[in-house]
């Protein structure tokens, strides 16, 4: 046994323990990034002093690129930690930095029971250098104290990384440097626990861009989201999807509450920062249960270098596998390089859930990129949800989508994205089950984490009876996206087919609480109580649903489906006069759903005339017929045999 002291520092109900980087509140943890519990640690230490905002740097941020600004947001959260809005603890100097002005008591007491220093430090610690690499400088008001960061004295390995370099490794980096050969140098710090981090789910958040050039902006969803391709592909983390963070990249706040919120072990947020042509970007990994920091590193690139965000989100994935081989084992594949305006743009375009807007993006990130394969493979998708619910020609939007979908093929028929493209065409327009069944687990083979497939894949197995698989397929999705509206809704639509209608009716809900604009939530709430019998609430749902359909020019299926309410209720006179409309439309060559056409019928009572729709619908592929096994309103037909020979045509 060692005897060891530990330091403790209290102010008001707060207590700040260096050794442990952990502040609690009346013996609760509070959450505080690295860098904010290092400043506090500054403040702390000489209470009542004035930091200057160069000290602060020093102390904090080492030889790291800083701009003044972030001292100022680190602070800003500090406070917002603190519940301090009336400089009750801390006291802005204007224009020199900042004043301790609480009371602060420091406490020693002995530990008889700390664990001896092994090769790997004391808990999970890298152990002191002889230099003393694991504490700050002797000048700064750290000294003695375990920082965000344990830096070792390691020269970076070429677009890799480097610890503080100590007086032996900067006399190497002149030497080289005088000899002509460029080095770069970036630092990579491992702060806790790497053998075993505990690690089996993880948000990667959109870096934020603290450059003040807006051209950057870019670059921190692409870094995030090469970083979750990275990882996804491991199969050793659960990553939460791209399409499940990017919201989180316009919004300032804690990460670990993103982190609770998408329900994950640990958050893995950034900074990008610019200086001198170069991009410098900081990278930290919390635990979300008691905001305990994991990781951090610091990575730099030549901000005119091609692909920049995929070279440091290669760099950051690489360097997190090595530093964290209990969590990580497998190494980073190479991924395809992309036209980094155009991987924006397609980013954007996967965040949109209608599909007008969608297309717009992967159009304009193909007018960037016309080899971009991620791009094509959008625009088959929107092509293909477009088709679900289109005003278009018969077959004009399946074949635009077929297009789509071949040519992500031609270029790059090895992404998960391209073969759920695929998989969804098959199963949406050309009824080849088997060959979509294919797709789908061929994309989750080559990416566990693309969450659509589990979607797409959960909708072919509810239509073609396998119910509880499909459900299993998409409480995945929920667990990989659980703040999605799309994908509660999701999981909605399988309840609603396997007749389970209040737990559709649950995550129906869920999904319009978490965005109460989305539509498809609102129509399949409707249908849900429908085979409730709440009738009333149903077209309640349904009118506001048309209403939302409306504001964003998309289609609901509104008239039909209320005109099938209506049937239901009674009020054969609404209903009728909307069949004969969509009778009238359909003899003059206009475009209708004739599927919900036969709704109608069969909520008149019709069987044969909703049968006549019916082939209809079965000639023109009409993609509600995909759920013609299992949909509960086909249900008064499933006894009649020209129902029964219909789906033998449709392979169900």
């Known amino acids: 046994m060692l005897l060891q002291e530990n330091h403790f520092f209290e102010f008001g109900d707060f207590r700040a323990d260096p050794r442990e980087r952990l502040l609690t509140h009346n013996g609760h943890p509070v959450s505080l990034t690295p860098k904010a519990f290092d400043v506090l640690m500054v403040l702390i230490s000489r209470p009542g002093h004035l930091v200057t905002k160069k000290e602060f740097v020093a102390s904090v941020w080492g030889d790291s690129i800083v701009e003044e600004g972030n001292l100022a947001v680190t602070i800003f959260m500090l406070r917002k930690a603190l519940g301090d809005d009336g400089n009750q603890y801390i006291q802005t100097v204007s224009k020199q930095g900042y004043r301790f002005v609480g009371e602060v008591r ?105 450059s003040g050039d807006t051209h950057n902006d870019y670059l921190g969803s692409g870094i995030a989201d090469g970083v979750i391709t990275a990882f996804g592909t491991t199969g050793q983390v659960a990553i939460r999807p791209t399409a499940a963070v990017l919201k989180y990249g316009t919004q300032i706040g804690d990460p670990l509450i993103a982190g609770r919120e998408q329900k994950v072990d640990a958050v893995l947020e950034g900074q990008i920062r610019a200086s001198a042509g170069r991009i410098q970007v900081s990278v930290h990994l919390l635990r979300v249960s008691d905001g305990r920091p994991l990781w951090s590193g610091t990575f730099e690139e030549d901000q005119r270098r091609p692909y920049t965000s995929q070279s440091i989100s290669d760099d950051i994935a690489r360097a997190m596998i090595e530093d964290l081989p209990g969590t990580l084992k497998t190494g980073v594949p190479q991924q395809n390089k992309k036209n980094e305006k155009a991987y924006q743009l397609y980013l954007q375009g996967r965040s949109y859930f209608y599909v007008r807007q969608s297309l717009n993006y992967f159009q304009q990130a193909i007018a960037e990129d016309p080899d971009f394969a991620l791009a094509y493979s959008g625009m088959a998708d929107s092509y293909t949800r477009l088709a679900s619910f289109s005003t278009d020609p018969a077959g004009l939007t399946p074949h635009l989508a077929k297009i789509s979908a071949l040519r992500a093929l031609q270029l790059g028929g090895s992404l998960a994205e391209v073969r759920a493209s695929l998989g969804y065409i098959s199963f949406s327009y050309d009824w080849k089950w088997s060959t979509a069944e294919q797709e789908f687990k061929r ?25 509880e698989e499909a459900a299993a397929q998409a409480q995945t999705a929920v667990l990989a996206e659980p703040r999605s509206p799309r994908t509660n809704s999701e999981l909605g639509w399988i309840y609603y087919l ?22 498809n939530a609102r129509v399949d709430l409707a249908l849900t109580y429908l085979q409730k019998g709440d009738i009333a609430e149903a077209i309640h749902q349904m009118e506001q649903g048309q209403q939302l359909a409306q504001e964003h020019l998309t289609d609901t299926r509104g ?76 249900d008064p037909l499933r006894s009649e045999p020209q129902f029964n020979e219909l789906l033998k045509r449709m392979g169900l």
């Not at 990416?447 to 072919?460: G, K």
């Not at 007749?499 to 539509?519: C, G, H, Q, T």
């Open 498 to 519: 396997s007749r389970r209608y209040d737990e559709a009716i649950a995550a129906e809900s869920k999904a319009i609480e978490l965005d109460p604009n989305y539509v």
């Open 106 to 210: 420091e406490q020693v007491i002995a530990d008889v029971t700390a664990p001896a220093q092994t090769a790997s430090g004391v808990d999970g610690h890298l152990p002191l250098t002889a230099a003393g690499a694991n504490s700050a400088s002797p000048a700064s008001p750290l000294a003695g104290f375990p920082m965000a960061t344990v830096p070792e004295p390691v020269l970076a390995a070429p677009r890799g990384r480097a610890h503080f370099p100590t007086r032996r490794v900067l006399f190497v980096v002149a030497v080289l440097l005088a000899a002509g050969i460029g080095v770069r140098l970036a630092m990579t710090r491992l702060a806790a626990r790497s053998a075993d981090s505990g690690i089996r789910s993880m948000a990667v958040l959109p870096f934020a861009n603290l």
């Open 559 to 634: 008239p039909e489906i209320i005109a099938y309410a209506q049937s239901l209720q009674g009020d054969r006179v609404d209903a009728i006069r909307e069949l004969k409309d969509l009778t009238v439309r359909s003899r003059d060559g206009r475009v209708v759903r004739p599927y919900y056409a036969a709704m109608i019928c069969l909520g008149l009572g019709e069987r044969a005339k909703a049968m006549e729709w019916l082939e209809q619908a079965y000639e023109l592929h009409d993609y509600g017929m995909v759920y013609a096994k299992t949909d509960p309103v086909l």
């Open 443 to 467: 994309a989750l083979s080559i990416d566990s984490n693309y969450t659509p497939a589990h979607e797409w894949y959960s909708e072919l197995l509810a239509a073609t009876g396998r119910l």
